[in-house]
């Protein structure tokens, strides 16, 4: 169900057809609440999230469930490629008018190919004949097209076994 709600989200963001309204709201309240989506998984693993909410700012003009989403599909993502118990590190700092949020884990991480196209529609990368790993290749381009509407950025880094790290700038109120 979640994934026929993101290839239509999708859609009508393409279209310009979503039209999404926006209030002041806090990144750092929706970052609390995107953990509790994700915490009961990552604590059965024997994993942890720890946040480091920095930003002595963090109030941005957005809509609330659509930038809940957009971090809660980077922690679900965060869960499922880390091969051993996810370790997951938020951190919010402010640079210049703008709101950094990053999310840093330890899984399985990219290689440089897959990072580039890591953000495109339906994109998922080869891990030969396994599919251990459920999805459609959407969250992150559903992100993508979210964090532009509220004129942010998103970007990752990453290295192949070594993790990833997802950023996100947006402008502050």
Known sequence: HAQVENVLRISKLEKNQLDISK?????????????????LIVKDRGGYIHTNLDAVR????????HFRNVIVNI????????PEAPKIDVFTEIANNFI????????AGM???VLKKVFEKFYREHTGNIHN???????LAYVKKIVEDHQGEVYAESEKDKGSSFYIKLPLI
């Not at 922690?75 to 499922?80: F, G, I, Q």
């Not at 950094?100 to 899984?107: E, K, P, S, T």
């Open 23 to 39: 209030d002041r709201v806090d990144v750092h309240d929706i970052i609390k609440k995107s953990i509790t989506h994700v915490q």
């Open 58 to 65: 963090s109030e941005v003009l957005a809509n609330e469930m």
């Open 75 to 82: 922690l679900d993502n965060a869960v499922k490629y880390s």
């Open 100 to 107: 950094i949020i990053r999310i840093q884990d330890q899984g």
């Open 111 to 113: 290689s440089k190919a």
């Open 133 to 139: 790993v459920k999805g459609h290749g959407l969250g």
